[in-house]
């Protein structure tokens, strides 16, 4: 599967963002989705994870409350909806799929464990 990250910009603290990734194929429905950001200097981290019909969804700890995550089956599309948004949260954002049908992988934050990756999208929030 292929993907395409967009949605990225500058905002300001306190303000809404919403990434999404379309991903290209006809197997997008059986794929773990995920995504990640890098923020200058730092290594990637995982940020939300998603199962194959979107009824389980999972964060880092710095995000919950803020981010959710979604996925729409029938546009091969998931979506990161992003509030109060604040200055550690600039990163570069990327969109990751998993091997089609791992259904064991629900759950993962690990890199490894997410063989399909997009482009970036930078994401910059001033104070």
């Known amino acids: 599967v292929q993907l395409q990250a967009s949605g990225g910009g500058p905002v300001q603290a306190g303000d809404s963002l919403r990434l999404s990734c379309v991903a290209s194929g006809r197997t997008f429905s059986s794929h773990l989705m995920g995504w990640f950001r890098q923020a200058p200097g730092k290594e990637r981290e995982f940020i939300a994870g998603t199962n194959w019909g979107g009824s389980s969804t999972w964060y880092t700890d710095s995000v919950k409350g803020r981010f959710t995550f979604s996925r729409d089956n029938a546009k091969n599309t998931v979506h990161l909806q992003m509030n109060s948004l604040k200055p550690e949260d600039t990163a570069v954002y990327s969109c990751?799929?998993?091997?089609?049908?791992?259904?064991?992988?629900?759950?993962?934050?690990?890199?490894?464990?997410?063989?399909?990756w997009g482009q970036g999208t930078l994401v910059t929030v001033s104070s």
């Open positions: 990751a799929a998993g091997p089609p049908g791992r259904f064991y992988l629900v759950g993962t934050t690990a890199e490894s464990d997410f063989t399909s």
